[in-house]
C-alpha cells in the first residue's frame, strides 16, 4: 500500500507544480492531469494483480505494459489536441514525461518488492 500511497501523492505534486506554471499552465497541467491518472490507475491495478494467486509479477508487469501503452496513446492524442487548442507542446510533453519518469521508478520498485517478498517473476 505504500506505494499506492506514494504514487498518489506524486501525483498531487506533480498537479500542484504544473498549476504554477505561469503562461504555459493549461498544457503543463493537462501533462501532469494525464500522467498522474494513468500512473494512480496503473499503480492500484498492479496491486490488485498482486493479489491474485498463481504469478502475481507477471500479471502485475503485465498490468504495467498495458499502463506504457495506454500512456503511449494518450501522450500523442495529447499533444495533438494541446497544438489544436494554441497551447505550448513542449509545456506538455515536458509535464507528461517528468512525472512519467518518477512513476515508473514507482511502479519497478513495487514489481521489485513482489519479487523480494517470493513471487516468481
Do not use: C, W
Not at 45 to 51: E, P, Q, S, T
Not at 68 to 89: I, Q, S, Y
Amino acid at each position: 500500500m505504500k506505494f499506492q500511497i506514494a504514487t498518489l501523492a506524486a501525483a498531487v505534486l506533480f498537479v500542484l507544480a504544473a498549476l504554477l506554471a505561469g503562461p504555459y499552465r493549461a498544457a503543463a497541467t493537462a501533462g501532469a492531469v494525464i500522467a498522474g491518472l494513468t500512473a494512480v490507475a496503473s499503480i492500484f491495478a498492479m496491486g490488485r494483480a498482486a493479489r491474485v494467486p498463481g504469478n502475481p509479477t507477471k500479471l502485475a508487469l503485465a498490468v504495467m505494459a498495458v499502463a506504457f501503452l495506454v500512456r503511449l496513446v494518450l501522450v500523442g492524442v495529447g499533444t495533438v489536441l494541446v497544438v489544436k487548442a494554441g497551447l505550448d507542446a513542449i509545456a506538455f510533453v515536458v509535464a507528461f514525461f517528468v512525472p512519467y519518469f518518477a512513476f515508473t521508478a514507482l511502479e519497478g520498485a513495487f514489481l521489485h518488492s513482489l519479487r523480494r517478498m517470493g513471487t516468481p517473476a
